[in-house]
């Protein structure tokens, strides 16, 4: 167990539709960051979040967008869902502020979301 | 960017030492090579991390040679329950606004039978 729980764990939407995903992070734990994973891929970066301000980003469009609370719970906001973006969307925890190459992500099991 | 090669998929048996050679030729001074291991439905999990020569946990050695280039996770005696995706990642400082950029690349794919 890594302490880090995602909800929902599955979800339908459909295109043009908007969807939030939730993580709540290790407490303690002051960075979360969001990856996307297509179905045969790794994870890819989404965006980081250290002491609710964004940090660091991939290249993904605006359209994705993201908030953490001092609560250590975070969300993944995604507007006007297209088809590509069916994946398993993961959040993961960090002890520091996310800029260290060496900090140890732990990871929830992730929302399986699926665009119709 | 530091970017990662690694095999697309090994088989091994029950038993045996499992060797997965992880390639970084573009390795920075201050970048660490992290092992994650990933099952179906699950997000990735932490196995080992290292910056030079060898570590080991109770789970796997990590082997770094001198020039960093390259990197093996060994495994010793794995069981059907290493059936897994095992990735190799080097630090990557993300370039919009600071903050650390993971990259993932597809991972080795490992096959454990009897």
């Known amino acids: 167990e890594t302490g880090v729980t995602q909800s929902p764990t599955h979800l339908i939407k459909t295109r043009g539709q908007q969807v939030t995903l939730r993580c709540s992070s290790q407490?303690?734990?002051?960075?979360v960051s969001w990856y996307q994973q297509a179905l045969g891929q790794g994870p890819q970066f989404i965006f980081q979040?250290?002491?609710?301000?964004?940090?660091g980003r991939g290249n993904f469009p605006p359209r994705f967008s993201g908030l953490q609370f001092p609560n250590y719970s975070s969300e993944l906001n995604v507007n006007a869902l297209e088809l590509d973006d069916s994946a398993l969307y993961l959040c993961?925890?960090?002890?520091?502020?996310?800029?260290?190459?060496?900090?140890?992500?732990?990871f929830g099991s992730g929302t399986q979301l699926s665009v119709l | 960017l530091a970017k990662t090669t690694q095999p697309i998929s090994m088989d091994s048996y029950e038993g045996q030492e499992v060797n997965i050679t992880c390639s970084h030729n573009?390795?920075?001074?201050?970048?660490?090579i992290t092992w994650y291991q990933q099952f179906p439905s699950q997000g990735p999990r932490f196995i080992i991390q290292?910056?030079?020569t060898k570590v080991t946990n109770e789970v796997a050695s990590l082997f770094i040679p001198a020039d960093r280039k390259s990197s093996t996770l060994s495994l010793p005696r794995v069981s059907l329950s290493d059936t897994a995706v095992y990735y190799c990642?080097?630090?990557?400082?993300?370039?919009?606004?600071?903050?650390?950029?993971?990259?993932f690349g597809t991972g080795t794919q490992l096959k454990v039978e009897l």
């Open positions: 993961a925890s960090s002890l520091g502020q996310g800029a260290a190459t060496n900090e140890k992500l732990f």
């Open positions: 407490s303690g734990h002051n960075t």
């Open positions: 979040y250290y002491r609710e301000e964004e940090n």
């Open positions: 573009n390795i920075a001074t201050n970048d660490y």
């Open positions: 290292g910056y030079k």
């Open positions: 990642l080097v630090g990557d400082i993300g370039l919009t606004g600071g903050g650390n950029k993971l990259t």
